[in-house]
């Protein structure tokens, strides 16, 4: 008996988890498009990036597993492969273009020459905001339906 407590406290934990990952990727998501708004496109690109990196790992940590790194496609081939399905190619896509961010969005370094602030545009912010809202919209639809399932099986 006390095995299956521990087990239910995990979850619960682990749910837990899950919905403060996703409710700060969202947080960030509304701060990608604050920083749109206010013509900060490197930072929009970068929080867009951090809003899905954010949102694969509240589904990570929802199926039990601690995610690890930084890349969003990375985290997401991680989580089709934990829930045995094989990867959406158009969200590979978002992921791959919100990669392109996490590094050149901040650092001058990363850059041949100039700035970060000087690289972006509105239209590179706002292909990032887009992606993220596609992933941040994908990871939603997951939580709902793992949330769905539960109250299926406690209903049975």
């Not at 006390?2 to 509304?30: H, Q």
């Not at 951090?50 to 949102?55: D, G, I």
């Not at 969005?105 to 690289?119: K, Q, V």
């Not at 949330?147 to 406690?154: A, I, L």
Request: net charge neutral; glycine share 6%; proline share 3%.
């Amino acid at each position: 008996m006390a095995g299956g407590a521990v087990i239910k406290l995990e979850i619960v934990m682990t749910n837990t988890e899950a919905l403060r990952w996703f409710d700060e990727a969202l947080w960030d998501l509304d701060t990608a498009k604050i920083l749109q708004r206010e013509k900060r496109y490197n930072a929009a690109a970068f929080y867009s990036h951090q809003a899905s990196e954010k949102a694969l790992k509240s589904l990570l940590y929802n199926i039990g597993e601690i995610p690890r790194g930084h890349s969003v496609r990375e985290l997401l081939q991680r989580y089709f492969a934990r829930v045995g399905r094989e990867p959406d190619e158009r969200l590979l896509g978002f992921a791959r273009e919100l990669d392109r961010h996490y590094i050149i969005s901040r650092y001058p370094n990363a850059l041949p020459s100039g700035t970060p602030h000087e690289a972006y545009d509105e239209e590179a912010s706002a292909r990032a905001i887009n992606a993220a809202e596609e992933v941040v919209k994908f990871a939603e639809r997951e939580l709902s339906f793992f949330r769905e399932q539960g109250e299926h099986r406690r209903r049975a």
